[in-house]
């Protein structure tokens, strides 16, 4: 088959150009943008455990609570760190005003090392410790383990609740 001068002359004007490159710095600000939000929303403000068998009772307090051990009072069991300390029935049956296991556990916690020591000569800095009970855990249990946590030397004492969402008005 014959090809006209036309054909061929825009064969060898198209023979030499190249592939247009990849632009790639419109996907590297995408990537950037990307980067940046999820440093922005990967804060440092502590999460405490959400368990679905608690029901945390509501609060309006303002501020984050610090990262502190966690003792976690469900509607069977109490945890220390994750750790089982008994149930709820049998701590309730404990007689006296603390509870044995749990202050083992606490003062086993206690004697782990702190980023943040105190000062030689100045007292000890107070221990922190929170609190996440289910709102229908007995006044007795509660005032229990208030008691061992102050034997401990923890008299930092938070509760973890829900915060309530503010009223638009």
């Known amino acids: 088959m014959k090809v006209s001068r036309r ?7 198209h023979k030499g150009q190249k592939q247009p490159a990849l632009n790639l ?5 995408i990537f950037t943008i990307l980067v940046f939000f999820l ?6 403000s502590e999460q405490l455990p959400n368990k ?11 501020t984050v ?4 051990p966690i003792i976690t009072i469900t509607k069977t069991d109490v945890l220390m760190q994750g750790r089982l300390i008994g149930s709820v029935t049998e701590l309730l049956a404990t ?4 509870l044995p296991a749990l202050k083992a556990e606490l003062d086993f916690e206690a ?3 702190r980023i943040v020591e105190a000062i030689e000569g100045e007292e000890a800095p107070e221990r922190a410790i929170t609190i996440l009970a289910d709102e229908n855990t007995p006044y007795d249990l509660v005032s229990k383990i208030l008691t061992t946590c102050q034997q401990a030397n ?13 009223n638009k008005g």
């Open 25 to 29: 710095v419109s996907l590297m600000d």
């Open 111 to 113: 004697a782990k090392p």
């Open 7 to 13: 054909v061929r002359r825009m064969e060898r004007h």
């Open 95 to 98: 007689p006296g005003d603390s």
């Open 65 to 68: 609570p610090k990262e502190t």
């Open 52 to 62: 679905k068998e608690l029901v945390l009772p509501y609060s309006t307090a303002k």
């Open 154 to 166: 923890f008299n930092n004492i938070s509760f973890a609740a829900t915060q309530k969402a503010k």
């Open 39 to 44: 440093l922005v929303n990967s804060s440092s």
